[in-house]
């Protein structure tokens, strides 16, 4: 007989099995101290997927662009006769370049528009530019000296710029780097999960409403089986009715139900509230907060900081690369309203409500005091 001493216990090796989490290591994409340096972004067509096939990226990006730029601007009348008649492509207008542009920037970490102006300087027309196609070139000192436009055409050589003739915007470039970051390299992985736990979802539900049911027939004769089995598909793809004899022996079934673990369902709402605090969007403008009135109002009222600073950026960019002084409409602010509520909530501390008020036990009910 077997013995079973506990005494012969033995430990488990899961330092050695699990690994440590480690995050990668980097280093900024700087100038060279060696002559010229180039950079084109290696992941544009990868963003640019992300972008196009993720609903909720794309949703959150587009508003975020709607809340910066989204209420237009105020300038003076000759400025604003000027950029009216910028066109981009030919049916564009400035808003809408500027919008193209605010969303791109996020998306690539740069966006690029070639300026066009007439041989006096007044500016024409502003055309956005494929960010798969452009170079940005330092020199030795990390300074910008030309951009080149990589030509689609095999053989045909670039098309260069100077500095002046591009209106050139980027997106949390930090430290030395000489380009931009895209918003989507840190969600990368999340963004993954997230459609990973849609998938995921979408087919539990998808067999919830259609589920697999495990049919057990009394036969090995595959004739039969597969006699059965066609009339059986075909009846469900319909969603008809389908009769067989009565025999227990010969059919029985047994449905197959998956049932939705809370876990997967908390989950997904750690997924998504990750994803929006990456991007720095509070989720009360798209109406699903999950969380109370005065929560949201909060957290809208902090975000409006980093509107703020979106605005002032594109502001001094717009003056900088285009000599043109716009302001930016901010977005509603919640700053009087939660002022206004303080106010009624302090006026409201100092009323006397009735329960607030009582009689002494040693009082008339006229509130004499009783003689001891």
């Known amino acids: 007989m077997a013995e079973y001493n506990l005494s012969s216990a033995q430990a488990s090796d899961m330092t050695n099995v699990v690994g440590d989490v480690t995050i990668q290591a980097e280093v900024t994409d700087g100038a060279s101290e060696a002559g010229e340096t180039r950079w084109t ?5 990868k963003y640019w997927g992300f972008f196009n096939n993720s609903p909720d990226l794309k949703s959150a990006m587009l508003m975020k662009a709607t809340w910066n730029v989204g209420k237009g601007y105020e300038t ?6 000027i950029l009216e008649r ?8 400035f808003d809408d370049i500027l919008f193209n542009m605010e969303v791109i920037r996020r998306v690539n970490g740069d966006a690029f528009a070639e300026i066009i102006r007439r041989d006096d300087g007044t500016l024409i027309n502003l055309k956005p530019l494929d960010p798969s196609t452009m ?3 330092v020199d030795a000192k990390g300074i910008i000296v030309r951009y080149e436009q990589e030509s689609k055409v095999e053989g045909k050589k670039p098309i260069k710029f100077q500095p002046e003739d591009m209106f050139h915007l980027s997106n949390n470039r930090l430290a030395d780097q000489i380009h931009g970051i895209s918003d989507i390299k840190v969600m990368e992985e999340t963004l993954l999960a997230e459609n990973e736990s849609f998938t995921d979802m979408k087919t539990i539900m998808h067999h919830q409403a259609r589920p697999m049911i495990m049919f057990k027939l009394g036969t090995d004769n595959t004739t039969k089986i597969n006699a059965f089995a066609k009339k059986m598909d075909n009846a469900v793809k319909k ?3 389908i009769y067989v004899p009565i025999d227990k022996d010969a059919v029985d079934f047994e449905v197959v139900s998956v049932n939705v673990s809370q876990i997967v369902l908390a989950w997904r709402d750690d997924i998504r509230n990750r994803f929006y605090r990456a991007l720095g969007l509070p989720q009360i403008i798209f109406g699903s907060a999950g969380t109370t009135e005065s929560g949201g109002k909060i957290e809208y009222l902090a975000h409006e900081q980093v509107f703020e600073k979106d605005q002032r950026y594109l502001e001094n960019q717009i003056l ?3 000599g043109i002084t716009i302001d ?3 977005p509603v602010s919640l700053l009087e309203n939660l002022q206004t509520d303080e106010n009624k909530d302090a006026q409201q501390g100092l009323e006397v409500q009735p329960q607030d008020a009582s009689v002494p036990t040693n009082t008339t009910p006229e509130g004499v005091p009783n003689a001891v």
């Open 41 to 45: 972004n290696p992941d544009w067509s």
């Open 76 to 81: 003076d009348e000759d400025t604003k006769i």
């Open 86 to 93: 910028i066109n981009g492509w030919g049916k564009d207008t």
């Open 135 to 137: 170079v940005i070139i």
């Open 239 to 241: 969603g008809e009715n």
């Open 320 to 322: 900088n690369q285009l």
């Open 328 to 330: 930016l409409l901010s």
